[in-house]
């Protein structure tokens, strides 16, 4: 038996579960070494006997076929489906995420260990030592200290990122070692406001409540075939980038800039649909009816064409790093389904999220049961070269990060 | 009963892969509505440890891990062990 950590991640190994039911669970672990630390020299006394409950989203885990043994959904609980199996069978989506994992189970014992005279998550003091945690145990799990950008959405919600240096959690010292409660202590009282980067330790910067997308304008994802080996894909790129420099530069640099043209055309969307609606849902309307080539022409906002062609000039270079790199970034499957996908009538465009591969993709769709509907009837009879059957997730955009809950999660907590 | 409940959401990550890793880049990230949910609660049973945390996922079979918590010397702060079922 031994750990199963991971980077991006599926359910099962979310959960670090393999078939033993003994097995470890890194993240479980790191997160409570670390909150329990953490709890222990705020206030000593508060430790005490508890029994904690995790639950998923249906939008994690894909929708029972014909063909698989049917998920019973629990009567009173509409949110959360209860499957007869092991968690190692449990089909990955490709979603997956150990941060949201681990920033809930560290908000959870923080929030219950402690009074809210000294802790309250919905605050923005809560926020910042919950993030500072989580980034901590979430790296100790994965026994590497990555982007940390995943941690930052769970906390603050949709948010434009900016990392934190490496280095600040080399002082820390690994869980035991003897100084460990003050290091930890002082790392996590470091604050980071959001959206402000700080003298402190935490050189990130978050902004929350900048990223946003306009009413009738949603993601959209879309499962193909989940196993996407991202730690090795990542490796050979930063390979290839230390051995290129001037090469990977190019692309670097460009794609920094399409990033940030798509940022403002996003933002410029906002913008339009709150002081010119009509123009705004016009516009909509034009490209939730027609094919590419008329819209184009009948558009008389800018905005639209601009982020349709952003998004094809990021494709673009991200399948020119997959040349270069000789990684499978935006493959030719891919390549063909976004394509295929972006000629549909409302459909402004989509991407390979993240370090791409044949993880799950993402689509910037018009908001409209009709553009959905036709979407999700042309997905069912996609059959691209060498891909299993593709699927719409059941999840959009969220602008929340983490917060309490006040639910009724009976009859799941015994 | 003493207990607290929170969500968090998961992500994607829809530009800035591989340059997010560097600090002079930026990300964009959305959240998403698919949330993980964690609740605690104490124990209700006289027998259950003083020093046990249950971690359970009861939407699959055999998904439960329990540990025992312990101070450690000094500055080591807390430290969990696994109790083998």
């Known amino acids: 038996m031994g750990f199963l950590v991971s980077g991006e991640c599926l359910l099962s190994s ?7 039911p003994s097995a470890r669970n890194a993240f479980v672990e790191a997160c ?48 959360f489906i209860r499957f007869q199996v092991p968690l190692k069978d449990a089909h990955k989506t490709g979603l997956g995420s150990s ?29 910042s030592r919950l993030h500072n945690l989580a980034q901590i145990a979430h790296c100790a799990a994965q026994g590497k200290i990555g982007s940390g950008f995943d941690v930052a959405a769970a906390v603050h919600g949709s948010c434009v990122y900016t990392r934190f240096s490496p280095g600040i959690l080399e002082e820390l ?5 003897p100084s460990f409660s003050r290091n930890l202590r002082a790392a996590v009282d470091d604050q980071t406001p959001s959206g402000s980067p700080v003298n402190g330790i935490w050189d990130t910067m978050i902004l929350a409540d900048t990223l946003m997308l306009p009413k009738g304008i949603r993601l959209l994802m879309c499962d193909v075939d989940c196993g996407s080996e991202t730690v090795g894909m990542v490796k050979k790129v930063l390979t290839w980038r230390k051995q290129r420099p001037d090469e990977a530069d190019i692309i670097w640099e460009s794609l920094a800039g399409e990033n940030a043209k798509l940022q403002d055309s996003l933002a410029a969307l906002v913008q339009m649909q709150q002081s010119e609606p009509k123009m705004y849902s016009d516009g909509l309307k034009t490209i939730a009816h027609d094919f590419e080539q008329s819209w184009q022409h009948k558009i ?11 998004i094809f000039c990021i494709r673009d270079l991200l399948r020119r790093m997959s040349a270069q ?6 493959p030719p499957p891919q390549t063909e389904l976004l394509d295929a996908c972006s000629a549909l009538p409302g459909v402004l465009g989509g991407v390979v999220p993240g370090a791409g591969g044949y993880d799950a993709i993402v689509l910037l769709v018009v908001d409209d049961d009709e553009v959905l509907g036709q979407l999700t009837d042309f997905l069912s009879l996609w059959e691209g070269s060498g891909t299993t059957k593709v699927r719409a997730l ?6 929340d990060g983490v917060k309490s809950e006040q639910k009724d999660y009976r009859p799941w907590i015994s | 009963m003493h207990s607290s409940a929170v969500s968090a959401p998961a992500k994607v990550l829809v530009a800035g892969g591989y340059l997010v890793l560097e600090r002079q880049y930026k990300g964009l990230v959305f959240a998403l509505s698919a949330r993980m949910h964690v609740h605690i609660q104490s124990s209700s049973t006289v027998d259950f440890p003083a020093d046990n945390i249950l971690v359970r996922s009861p939407q699959f079979v055999a998904a439960e891990w329990r540990y025992r918590y312990q101070k450690l010397p000094g500055e080591g702060g807390v430290s969990v062990t696994q109790l083998d079922r």
């Not at chain 1, 681990?102 to 802790?119: C, M």
């Not at chain 1, 790199?325 to 935006?330: G, L």
């Not at chain 1, 059941?394 to 602008?399: A, I, K, N």
């Open chain 1, 14 to 20: 979310t959960f670090a579960c393999s078939s033993s």
């Open chain 1, 32 to 79: 409570l070494n670390n909150a329990l630390t953490y709890v222990s020299s705020v206030a000593p006394g508060n430790l005490g006997p508890a029994i904690v409950t995790i639950l998923a989203d249906t939008g994690y885990y894909s929708q029972p076929t014909e063909a698989s043994p049917a998920a019973a959904s629990v009567p009173n609980s509409s949110d």
């Open chain 1, 99 to 127: 941060a949201a994992l681990v920033t809930a189970l560290t908000g959870a014992l923080l929030s219950y260990y402690l009074p809210k005279s000294s802790y309250d998550l919905s605050s923005a003091d809560g926020k």
């Open chain 1, 173 to 177: 010292g690994p869980a035991g070692s």
């Open chain 1, 300 to 310: 008389w906002s800018g905005e639209y064409v601009k982020i349709r062609k952003t």
């Open chain 1, 325 to 330: 790199a000789q990684v499978p970034i935006e």
């Open chain 1, 394 to 399: 059941d999840v959009r955009e969220e602008r």
